[in-house]
């Protein structure tokens, strides 16, 4: 089973278990799966989806960021072993109970599929993909068809 332990300054604080089809929060408020009771900890930090047999972690558009590996991230697959960075507390993601499970057939580098009906699930729940819009289409509000900033280059230079 995956586990996320939660340290301070090097020193573990706490083991969460990690189960297929579990969604946990991480922030500051006591509502959350993981509270980190630290000022630069947002309210409702991040998200971590199970989604098949992988595990998402997603920021919530915190105030200072989530890193994964010492690299600023929006949504993160996470890998064993990697080190989430959240304020002041570090979560290492413990996945090698899937390391002793895998065969040498399974240890390549194939894409696996996603259960698409989870996968569907956790887009919707992100409000990822809304419709596409094909640039033609695009109309801003002041009916203009160019982009900001496109508008922006052709004033300035």
Same mark, same amino acid.
């Given at each position: 089973?995956?586990?996320?332990?939660?340290?301070?300054? %090097?020193?573990?604080?706490? @083991?969460?278990?990690?189960?297929?089809?579990?969604?946990?929060?991480?922030?500051?408020?006591?509502? %959350?799966?993981?509270?980190?009771?630290?000022?630069?900890?947002?309210?409702?930090?991040?998200?971590?989806?199970?989604?098949?047999?992988? &595990?998402?972690?997603?920021?919530?558009?915190?105030? %200072?960021?989530? &890193?994964? %590996? @010492?690299?600023?991230?929006?949504?993160?697959?996470?890998?064993?072993?990697?080190?989430?960075?959240?304020?002041?507390?570090?979560?290492?993601?413990?996945?090698?109970?899937?390391?002793?499970?895998?065969?040498? @057939?399974?240890?390549?580098?194939?894409?696996?599929?996603?259960?698409?009906?989870?996968?569907? @699930?956790?887009?919707?729940?992100?409000?990822?993909?809304?419709?596409?819009?094909?640039?033609?289409?695009?109309?801003?509000?002041?009916?203009?068809?160019?982009?900001?900033?496109?508008?922006?280059?052709?004033?300035?230079?």
């Amino acid at each position: 089973m995956p586990v996320l332990t939660l340290l301070f300054k %090097n020193t573990p604080l706490h @083991e969460y278990p990690l189960r297929a089809g579990q969604t946990l929060t991480i922030g500051r408020s006591q509502s %959350n799966d993981i509270v980190i009771d630290n000022m630069s900890v947002s309210g409702l930090h991040a998200r971590i989806d199970s989604v098949s047999a992988t &595990f998402i972690i997603t920021d919530l558009e915190s105030t %200072n960021g989530t &890193f994964v %590996n @010492e690299k600023l991230i929006s949504t993160h697959t996470l890998r064993d072993k990697d080190l989430i960075l959240i304020g002041k507390h570090h979560l290492v993601f413990d996945r090698s109970d899937l390391n002793k499970e895998m065969t040498e @057939e399974d240890n390549d580098d194939k894409t696996r599929y996603l259960d698409t009906a989870q996968y569907r @699930e956790l887009l919707q729940k992100n409000k990822m993909h809304g419709p596409e819009i094909k640039q033609e289409d695009a109309e801003y509000s002041d009916g203009n068809k160019e982009s900001f900033f496109a508008r922006l280059l052709k004033k300035f230079f």
